[in-house]
């Protein structure tokens, strides 16, 4: 992990790196994998996905029995994404707090077709959701001196 | 990642491979990271935090002034460690869900300061968080033949 050269780095109270959501966004669109906060049976709930960016937005594919479709229904959820140096003791993160919405309109659901997102795990994954970055944070641990 | 020579692999209905709780509890009791879901100001939260075992329960540090720390009392929290091979399209991951304590008794914590947890963001960590590991649910995605 690099620090890519801050000039004006804000910590928190903790003494971590605060990121600008310029680039909690970029290093978004580049993970790989995130993993998804919703509420199951009452219960918290937190399940990695694969996934991409439309814009600003979240997209993942799942199966539309899944309780993962189910539960982010128009409803709130988190998704965090990180990276992490065990070696160096550095990593990242970020977190969204966005609207879980279901992708139901054929226009929407052709558009996010074209998106190069096939799903890691097996099975048939039809159902997409898209979720609103509205809010999102990002920390980094600094590189130790 | 490994499958470990797997005898009898049950798979749930999405296809993926179902692993025991003690499967599960070996897997985070090696993973460096973990992430934490709380809730924050009745919003959903998730936060990487390094941590240890103590038996089967998780322990984390954290600073008592933390939005964590605040966050956790008497709480039902969910953790989740994972680990993915982005090239294979393979991985794990593991997630529980128990009961976040706050530990005061002196004895307890004279217990925990025992342990290697050295956390890894800077600042004073005198807080330590115990959450009891009583769902343990893990999946594990099949390697692609």
């Known amino acids: 992990m690099n620090v890519d050269g801050h ?7 903790a003494g971590l790196e605060v990121l600008t959501r310029e680039e909690c966004l970029r290093l978004l669109a580049q993970a ?14 937190v399940q990695p996905v694969n996934f991409t960016m439309l814009g600003t937005d979240i997209v993942i594919r799942t199966s539309p029995e ?11 959820v988190a998704f965090e994404v990180d990276d ?17 919405h279901a992708v139901e ?15 890691w795990a097996p099975g048939p994954r ?11 944070t990002g920390r980094r641990i600094p590189e130790h001196s």
Chains 1, 2 share one sequence.
């Open 7 to 13: 000039d004006t780095a804000v910590t928190d109270k």
């Open 32 to 45: 790989p994998i995130g993993r998804i906060v919703f509420t199951d049976h009452a219960l918290p709930a």
């Open 66 to 76: 899944s309780k993962l479709a189910q539960a982010t229904r128009d409803t709130v």
């Open 84 to 100: 992490y140096d065990e070696e160096a003791r550095t990593g990242w993160s970020v977190m969204v707090v966005g609207v879980g």
């Open 105 to 119: 309109d054929p226009e929407e659901r052709s558009l996010l077709e074209t998106l190069p997102l096939d799903t």
């Open 126 to 136: 039809s159902h997409y959701i898209r979720i609103m970055t509205d809010i999102v």
